[in-house]
């Protein structure tokens, strides 16, 4: 039991390795099967074949950790029509259900309840098939925590390509390829494309301008769907890394424009090209201001004549209420010494 628990330990350390590739988990698109799985999916809903859980609410709960009193078990299983498992990302989703009690279960108590869920919920031959592809899951959850960590730098893209490349080369000794597919396939190709992503901005040997070509090129092979919801989160980094990239270096304005156009289009290119815009005459308002009003604090005049050339001072130049209350921050900042906070 106790080698059990070390092992998970350790396979917790593995994960949280592996899920630094994965830093909008939350935002990762929803599960989608082969093609092969949803062709007879198909076939299996017209016919009636899933297999969803008959168990009764009692018997559900004996099945949840106290943590998940209030919630479903995440078991959707699918079969064909011959009552065979469909192996996909939504039957690895049921066994982390289970495993995600570990601590307030012990390990043996956890496989002791999956076997019981399918013994009662499942029908012969996908329930063991389910029993058989649970075993190996759960041997393999366990061999992750023995897995060596790379000796690459942490910091560098060959660390977080080991970590794939390794996880990738134990997943084939314990399942078939199409189960690899079913159960890993979504997961292989973000972290394929994270790292991927990660080389292409530490090439020193292209320019920004290169970078965001390829970039846009990475983005353009994922899949539809997962292009809405990673657009917004990596191009901004994109965008942020790249720009700060052209500026260090004393970039021109026309590379940072054909950057931006290389990796957002044109007209995202002229939004940016505006906000630059009314960010840059923000900045040049606030710098000015604050300059005539140290002027005015340094003055020989009295305090209250300082406070009233001060107010009608903020009122001439930014007569806008959202504006003056924008200003308070920097007037804050600027007293105490501070870096002003201009957006880059």
Not at 152 to 166: C, G, L, T
């Amino acid at each position: 039991m106790e080698q059990s628990r070390k092992k998970m330990l350790g396979l917790a350390a593995i994960v949280l390795l592996i899920l630094i590739l994965a830093i909008i988990f939350w935002l990762k698109p929803s599960t989608q099967d082969t093609k092969n799985s949803d062709n007879t999916l198909q076939l299996q809903q017209q016919a009636g074949q899933l297999a969803p859980s008959q168990i009764s609410a009692s018997e559900a709960i004996s099945f949840a950790s106290k943590s998940q009193q209030d919630t479903q078990i995440n078991c959707q299983i699918r079969t064909d029509a011959s009552n065979r498992l469909i192996v996909n990302e939504q039957t690895k989703d049921c066994f982390e259900y289970f495993i995600t009690q570990y601590g307030e279960k012990t390990v043996e108590q956890i496989k002791t309840d999956f076997l019981s869920y399918i013994k009662v919920s499942y029908q012969d031959p996908v329930r063991s098939q389910l029993g058989d592809l649970w075993t190996r899951y759960i041997n393999y959850r366990n061999k992750l925590g023995d897995l060596q960590a790379p000796t690459a730098d942490k910091e560098s893209v060959q660390y977080y390509q080991q970590i794939v490349n390794n996880t990738q080369s134990l997943r084939k000794q314990f399942f078939s390829d199409y189960e690899i597919q079913g159960l890993f396939g979504t997961q292989d190709t973000y972290d394929q494309y994270t790292v991927d992503r990660m080389a292409i901005l530490d090439n020193k040997n292209l320019s920004a301008d290169e970078k965001a070509k390829k970039l846009k090129d990475l983005f353009d092979k994922l899949p539809e769907d997962w292009k809405e919801n990673l657009q917004q989160l990596n191009q901004l980094e994109d965008l942020r890394k790249l720009t700060a990239e052209i500026k260090a270096r004393g970039g021109s304005a026309e590379e940072l424009h054909q950057m931006r156009t290389n990796l957002v289009g044109a007209e995202a290119t002229q939004r940016l090209e505006s906000l630059d815009v009314q960010r840059n005459d923000w900045k040049s308002k606030v710098t000015q201001y604050l300059t005539d009003r140290d002027s005015i604090i340094k003055s020989n005049m009295s305090d209250s004549a300082k406070q009233s050339a001060v107010e009608q001072l903020k009122q001439k130049q930014f007569s806008n209420q959202q504006e003056q209350l924008r200003l308070q921050t920097f007037e804050t900042i600027h007293d105490q010494g501070g870096k002003l906070p201009f957006a880059n």
